[in-house]
C-alpha cells in the first residue's frame, strides 16, 4: 500500500512539474506597450500580437526572442539599448524617428532576422 502511494505522489509531482514548465516555456502574447516592457523584463519569447507604440526607450538585460510580424515603432526617443543576453528580432519591424538610434549594445549579442 505505501509503496503505491509512493508511486502516485511521484507521478503527481512529475505532472506538476510538466505543466510549470509548459507554462515558464510559453511565449508571452502581447498588445500593448506595458505588456512589452512586461514580457522583455521578464525575457523568454516575446510574441507582438498588434502594432506596439512607445514613447521611451527599452532596456533589455535578459535573453529575449521578439517575434510576430508586426511593428514596435519608438515615438521621440531612441529604441532598445541591450545591456546583457542574447536578444533576436525575428519578423519583426522596428522604427524610431531621425536623430533617434535604433539599438544600442553592450555586451549582448543581438540577431536580426
Sequence with gaps: M????RLV???AMIAVM????AVIASA???ATADEFKDAVANGGEVNLTADIELTAAVTISKDVTITGGKTITFSGCNGFTVTAGKV???NVNVTVGA???LIYK???NVTVK
Excluded: G, I, S
Aim: aromatic share 18%; charged share 15%.
Design 99 to 101: 536623430n533617434y538610434w
Design 28 to 30: 508571452a502574447n502581447v
Design 18 to 21: 510538466l505543466v510549470m514548465t
Design 9 to 11: 505522489l511521484l507521478f
Design 88 to 90: 533576436v528580432f525575428d
Design 2 to 5: 505505501k509503496k503505491n502511494a
Design 106 to 108: 553592450t555586451t549582448a
